[in-house]
């Protein structure tokens, strides 16, 4: 039994079906140009139709923690909260230029690594103190030498506010 090899056809491009194909391309592209907008609208985001902005008498309070006394070398656990609010529900046209609103109710109090990951951590003299275990999902500060130091953190979340201040005596 002999097996009898297809010819394969071989194309053969003119400026003629070069033409052809050009005109069914034509006639194809709107629809491709019609799918691909429905496509890209679906991946963009909508404008809220409400957002949340500081209402008046609005606050912004951080709170920290850290013991009085450390040992040099000693890691310890940062402790902090934060309050704020009231705020104020409006249409995105009603928000003040200056001000960065929010697209979801902002949280009214939160403690923890919420607090303590997310402020900058300022501390006085500069130099002798090393932060921590965010890989533990916390906020740890570890000093070199003894000393007096001052540590308070400064919060861009809500709004810009620094904390109270505390003084850690390092032994």
Same mark, same amino acid.
């Given at each position: 039994?002999?097996?009898?090899?297809?010819?394969?056809? #071989?194309?053969? %491009?003119?400026p003629?079906?070069?033409? %052809?194909?050009?005109?069914?391309?034509?006639?194809?592209?709107?629809?491709?140009?019609?799918?691909f907008?429905?496509v890209?609208?679906?991946?963009a #985001?909508?404008? @809220?139709?409400?957002?949340?902005?500081?209402? +008046?008498? !609005?606050?912004?309070?951080?709170?920290? #923690?850290?013991?009085?006394?450390m040992?040099?070398?000693?890691? *310890?656990?940062?402790?902090?909260?934060?309050?704020?609010?009231?705020w104020?529900? *409006?249409?995105?046209?009603?928000?003040?230029?200056?001000?960065?609103?929010?697209?979801?109710? $902002?949280?009214?109090?939160?403690?923890?690594?919420? %607090?303590?990951?997310?402020?900058?951590?300022?501390?006085?003299? @500069?130099?002798? +103190?090393?932060?921590g275990? %965010?890989?533990?999902?916390?906020?740890?500060?570890?000093?070199?030498?003894?000393?007096? !130091?001052?540590?308070k953190?400064? +919060?861009?979340? $809500?709004?810009?506010?620094y904390?109270? #201040?505390?003084? *850690?005596?390092?032994?």
């Amino acid at each position: 039994m002999k097996l009898q090899k297809k010819k394969r056809r #071989e194309a053969h %491009v003119t400026p003629a079906t070069g033409l %052809v194909h050009l005109l069914r391309w034509a006639k194809m592209k709107p629809l491709f140009v019609a799918i691909f907008a429905f496509v890209l609208s679906g991946c963009a #985001e909508r404008r @809220p139709e409400w957002i949340f902005i500081p209402a +008046s008498g !609005y606050r912004c309070e951080v709170k920290i #923690e850290v013991p009085a006394r450390m040992k040099v070398g000693e890691e *310890v656990v940062l402790k902090g909260e934060r309050k704020n609010g009231p705020w104020k529900r *409006v249409r995105p046209e009603e928000a003040l230029p200056d001000v960065t609103p929010w697209t979801k109710q $902002p949280p009214l109090h939160q403690s923890g690594f919420d %607090v303590t990951g997310n402020v900058r951590w300022i501390v006085s003299p @500069p130099g002798a +103190s090393t932060f921590g275990g %965010v890989e533990r999902r916390e906020r740890t500060v570890r000093f070199s030498m003894p000393g007096i !130091y001052r540590i308070k953190a400064e +919060s861009a979340f $809500p709004t810009l506010t620094y904390s109270n #201040e505390v003084e *850690v005596v390092v032994e």
